[in-house]
């Protein structure tokens, strides 16, 4: 089986081939990266209920975004006639609402897009941000687009590789002259940042994802880097950390940095754990303080 594109006046048209008989076709009004209005569905009568129509519709989902549990996507199709009909569309998820089908995907919720969400409500262009973890640059271009050109970015990490990673993701998305990452251990990072001059301070510990899983971040520094973090914040400023546990980091960090927050004084700051109630202990566990005003 194979998929052939065809540009049509109607918008694209997606042509299902089996050996050189074509068996189906869908036509897609506005394709996009994040939802698509699927004019037509079509598979040859003689070709139905053999799994083509369900490999078609995948393939049209998966190339307009409908697999990306990142982003929120939206897919619309016109109310087909039969039951049948009906009945494959219910299976990807679609649904009737005014007069047409429709699938609506909102993203999976992650503790990274929790972290940036909650950081997009308190930050804005101008921002003063620290990526005390930059690991391979996503939090820190991240910060880089919202604090834009008039904002400042410096980004950590003990390993070469994360610190390289970093700059060249930076310059690919032509955000050099806002952020930079550098070889050094966030237990320093009051060497490179003033006390209070800091919007905001993102710790993403662990282990950096792609290399050496045993070389991961440890409460022996991650503690002292915290404190120095909260001392380089200005007051309203958010210091961002997700935590996590199992695997080869053990939950021994994850257990100090929580007991250090919570033994933080009130009267400083405000603390909030958002906990994934409902899955495993090993959950990632997105942490914020707030330091008061
Ligand atoms: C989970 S990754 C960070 C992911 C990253 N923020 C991103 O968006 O790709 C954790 C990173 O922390 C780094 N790290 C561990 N201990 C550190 C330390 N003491 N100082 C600075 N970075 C450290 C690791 O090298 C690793 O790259």
Not at 126 to 145: I, K, S, W
Not at 229 to 244: D, I, K, S, T
Request: hydrophobic fraction near 40%.
């Amino acid at each position: 089986m194979d998929i052939r594109e065809q540009q049509q006046p109607e918008g694209l048209c997606l042509l299902l081939y089996k050996e050189r008989e074509m068996v189906g076709e869908c036509l897609l009004a506005a394709p996009g990266p994040q939802g698509a209005h699927i004019a037509r569905f079509r598979v040859e009568p003689a070709w139905r209920r053999r799994g083509y129509g369900t490999y078609l519709m995948r393939q049209v989902l998966r190339r307009t975004g409908g697999f990306d549990r990142r982003e929120a996507s939206l897919h619309t199709a016109p109310l087909p006639g039969g039951e049948g009909a009906l009945a494959f569309a219910a299976r990807f998820g679609f649904a009737v609402r005014d007069g047409q089908l429709e699938r609506r995907r909102a993203p999976a919720p992650s503790a990274v897009g929790l972290t940036h969400e909650f950081l997009k409500q308190r930050l804005g262009a101008g921002a003063v941000c620290l990526d005390a973890t930059c690991g391979n640059g996503g939090d820190t271009q991240f910060l880089c687009e919202l604090a834009g050109p008039s904002g400042r970015v410096l980004a950590m990490d003990i390993q070469q590789q994360a610190v390289d990673n970093t700059n060249a993701r930076l310059a690919a998305a032509g955000l050099g002259g806002i952020g930079r990452a550098v070889l050094a251990d966030h237990a320093r990072l009051a060497e490179y940042v003033q006390p209070g001059s800091l919007d905001c301070a993102v710790f993403n510990f662990g282990y950096l994802p792609g290399a050496d899983h045993s070389l991961f971040s440890t409460e022996a520094t991650s503690l002292p880097a915290l404190e120095a973090a909260l001392e380089a914040l200005r007051p309203g400023g958010v210091l961002a950390a997700c935590l996590y546990s199992g695997g080869p980091n053990g939950s021994g960090e994850k257990e100090a940095v929580l007991r250090w927050m919570r033994a933080l004084p009130l009267t400083g700051y405000t603390v909030l754990v958002l906990e994934f109630a409902n899955w495993a202990d090993t959950a990632p566990l997105p942490c914020f303080v707030l330091k008061n005003v």
